[in-house]
């Protein structure tokens, strides 16, 4: 399973040094199946070095910010689960 920390699939170009030929779509939460399909015609599209209509969520598209938030997501204080009280 890919998770984000905003809940929204990764699409697009990686905007790294030397990886900017690498692509990604990626990062449904185990139940993305529905973003899925259209994140793919995203891809396909950007790829293919055409402009994205409107109709397709910019949320979607990596971005630097994106990815930063993500990696801070991960180097936070650790939290623990509270129990759950028995029925």
């Known amino acids: 399973l890919g998770f984000t920390e905003d809940t929204m699939p990764f699409v697009g170009r990686l905007p790294f040094p030397r990886r900017s030929h690498q692509w990604v779509c990626g990062g449904y ?21 055409k402009d994205l209509d409107s109709s397709y969520p910019r949320s979607f598209l ?17 939290t623990t689960l509270t129990p759950v009280a028995k029925l």
């Open 62 to 78: 990596v971005n630097k910010a994106r990815l930063h938030k993500l990696e801070q997501s991960t180097r936070g204080p650790r």
């Open 29 to 49: 939460h185990g139940l993305g199946m529905v973003k899925a399909f259209r994140a793919g015609e995203m891809v396909a599209q950007l790829i293919m070095g």
